[in-house]
């Protein structure tokens, strides 16, 4: 694997903290404080003892209202034409103020002109105040902006307590209405422009991620194809080479079967009458079954680790460094019992040891537990660098997907209108 592909997540996670060290400035400068509204109710219906009387607490005051308490009685618009005016829009949009009210309360519905011709043409009816309901039922108040309405105070309410009051309005009820203020909100951490920056900054991310995860897989897939036309043509090479080597039939009284003669450094097994033995360029004898699979698969003598194919002048240049790791465990897989019944026959016979081994240069045979292959180690390496890739990933995504979710909930709280 390259520098550059080793580099990725590190230049990752670089870029992820300039976008969320970029992302709380921008955020801040597009959202803005409010001041909640608690709203209290006196309904007064003809035949009733004591009055009605209910709280809306969910009120907000305008981003241009001013922040104080007023009192007085609700009124709405006057049907234009025979049709009902809920909205306050229309320049014919009059009110009916009785002659012993001194101060009342304008109710409108949002929609189909700004806030700011709804609260002036109430303020000039004498209005004290304004109060909108929304006409959304499931959408909660917004921060209305109405610039230059002066003073008159402008809260909004949600669709329900709104449609309520208008109910007893139409009745003729009398309806009575306090304001206060109530909390100040301070400015939230998201708005559409920060949504829109934490998602583009996410989305380039994860394109990044993805280049980089396809540059790795690349370069991966071409050292994989390499290293397999590597061994290919050493394979081949190694067949060329074995056939060229040197074969003979052990017979009676060659110097094999001598007891002083060097074991087979594979099975641990002295020569017989009638065994097979390969002997390498080296001098080295080996029983052909046993010493033919390594030489398949490193090349080498599994003894003085002389390279055969240069000995023999069979592509000199072909490396053997991708397969000289000593695998005994894979090697004498097929010798296990002969070995450990060898070893066996060792221990007991005082009289023998394994003196040949040493003084041939081959080191002692490794323990069961030293026998793990280093292609295990390889892959437990392999499924730790899948597992953080794959971590990554995960994780970016449901951050994502939860600063999104946070965000599109903060602006139906937090939303600023015009209108």
Same mark, same amino acid.
């Given at each position: 694997m390259s520098g550059a592909a080793r580099a990725g997540p590190a230049r990752l996670a670089a870029l992820a903290l300039l976008a969320c060290s970029l992302w709380p400035a921008?955020?801040?400068?597009?959202?803005?404080?409010?001041?909640?509204?608690? $709203?209290?109710?006196? !309904?007064?219906?003809?035949?009733?003892?004591?009055?009605?009387? +209910?709280? =809306?607490?969910?009120?907000?005051? %305008? @981003?241009d209202s001013p922040k104080a308490e007023v009192r007085g009685q609700v009124l709405a618009p006057l049907p234009i034409h025979g049709v009902a005016d809920h909205l306050g829009c229309d320049p014919q949009t009059r009110f009916f103020v009785p002659p012993n009210i001194k101060q009342w309360i304008a109710l409108l519905q949002r929609g189909n002109c700004t806030f700011k011709e709804k609260i002036s043409r109430a303020a000039f009816h004498n209005a004290v105040a304004v109060v909108i309901y929304n006409n959304k039922s499931k959408e909660e108040p917004v921060t209305m902006t109405h610039p230059g309405t002066g003073d008159i105070i402008a809260v909004m309410i949600t669709e329900l307590r709104g449609k309520d009051i208008l109910s007893y309005l139409e009745k003729n009820v009398s309806v009575q209405m306090t304001i206060a203020v109530g909390t100040r909100m301070p400015p939230k951490n998201f708005s559409r422009g920060s949504l829109v920056?934490?998602?583009?900054?996410?989305?380039?991310?994860?394109? =990044?991620?993805?280049? &980089? @995860? $396809? +540059?790795?897989?690349?370069?991966? =897939?071409?050292?994989?194809?390499?290293?397999?036309? #590597?061994?290919?043509? @050493? %394979?081949?090479?190694? *067949?060329?080479?074995?056939?060229?080597?040197? /074969?003979?039939?052990? *017979?009676?009284?060659?110097?094999?079967?001598?007891?002083? +003669?060097?074991?087979?450094?594979?099975?641990?097994?002295?020569?017989?009458?009638?065994?097979?033995?390969?002997? @390498?360029?080296?001098?080295? !004898? +080996?029983?052909?079954?046993?010493?033919?699979? &390594?030489?398949?698969?490193?090349? /080498?003598?599994?003894?003085?680790?002389?390279? =055969?194919? *240069?000995?023999?002048? $069979?592509?000199? #240049?072909?490396?053997? /460094?991708?397969?000289?790791?000593?695998?005994?465990?894979?090697?004498?897989?097929?010798?296990?019992?002969?070995?450990?019944?060898?070893?066996?026959?060792?221990?007991?016979?005082?009289?023998?040891?394994?003196?040949?081994?040493?003084t041939s240069g081959i080191s002692p045979l490794p323990q069961d537990g030293e026998l793990t292959p280093r292609t295990g180690e390889i892959n437990i390496a392999v499924t730790k660098e899948w597992f953080i890739i794959a971590s990554f990933g995960l994780l970016s995504a449901l951050t994502l997907c939860y600063m999104i979710i946070r965000a599109t909930a903060s602006l139906n709280a937090n939303e600023v209108e015009w209108f």
């Amino acid at each position: 694997m390259s520098g550059a592909a080793r580099a990725g997540p590190a230049r990752l996670a670089a870029l992820a903290l300039l976008a969320c060290s970029l992302w709380p400035a921008r955020a801040d400068n597009a959202s803005q404080e409010y001041y909640t509204a608690l $709203i209290n109710v006196t !309904v007064q219906e003809p035949g009733r003892g004591a009055p009605l009387t +209910f709280r =809306i607490d969910r009120g907000r005051y %305008g @981003l241009d209202s001013p922040k104080a308490e007023v009192r007085g009685q609700v009124l709405a618009p006057l049907p234009i034409h025979g049709v009902a005016d809920h909205l306050g829009c229309d320049p014919q949009t009059r009110f009916f103020v009785p002659p012993n009210i001194k101060q009342w309360i304008a109710l409108l519905q949002r929609g189909n002109c700004t806030f700011k011709e709804k609260i002036s043409r109430a303020a000039f009816h004498n209005a004290v105040a304004v109060v909108i309901y929304n006409n959304k039922s499931k959408e909660e108040p917004v921060t209305m902006t109405h610039p230059g309405t002066g003073d008159i105070i402008a809260v909004m309410i949600t669709e329900l307590r709104g449609k309520d009051i208008l109910s007893y309005l139409e009745k003729n009820v009398s309806v009575q209405m306090t304001i206060a203020v109530g909390t100040r909100m301070p400015p939230k951490n998201f708005s559409r422009g920060s949504l829109v920056f934490v998602s583009i900054s996410f989305i380039v991310l994860m394109i =990044i991620s993805s280049a &980089w @995860l $396809i +540059f790795y897989f690349i370069q991966k =897939i071409r050292y994989t194809n390499a290293r397999d036309r #590597n061994q290919r043509r @050493l %394979g081949d090479a190694a *067949k060329k080479a074995i056939s060229k080597l040197t /074969t003979r039939t052990v *017979k009676k009284g060659d110097k094999e079967t001598d007891p002083d +003669f060097d074991h087979c450094a594979v099975c641990i097994e002295s020569y017989k009458q009638n065994d097979v033995v390969r002997i @390498l360029p080296c001098k080295h !004898v +080996f029983h052909k079954s046993c010493v033919d699979p &390594w030489l398949s698969e490193h090349c /080498t003598c599994p003894m003085c680790k002389l390279n =055969i194919l *240069k000995a023999l002048g $069979i592509v000199p #240049n072909l490396p053997c /460094t991708d397969n000289v790791v000593l695998d005994m465990e894979r090697l004498t897989r097929t010798q296990a019992a002969n070995r450990r019944s060898a070893l066996a026959d060792l221990a007991n016979d005082n009289s023998l040891g394994l003196e040949p081994l040493r003084t041939s240069g081959i080191s002692p045979l490794p323990q069961d537990g030293e026998l793990t292959p280093r292609t295990g180690e390889i892959n437990i390496a392999v499924t730790k660098e899948w597992f953080i890739i794959a971590s990554f990933g995960l994780l970016s995504a449901l951050t994502l997907c939860y600063m999104i979710i946070r965000a599109t909930a903060s602006l139906n709280a937090n939303e600023v209108e015009w209108f």
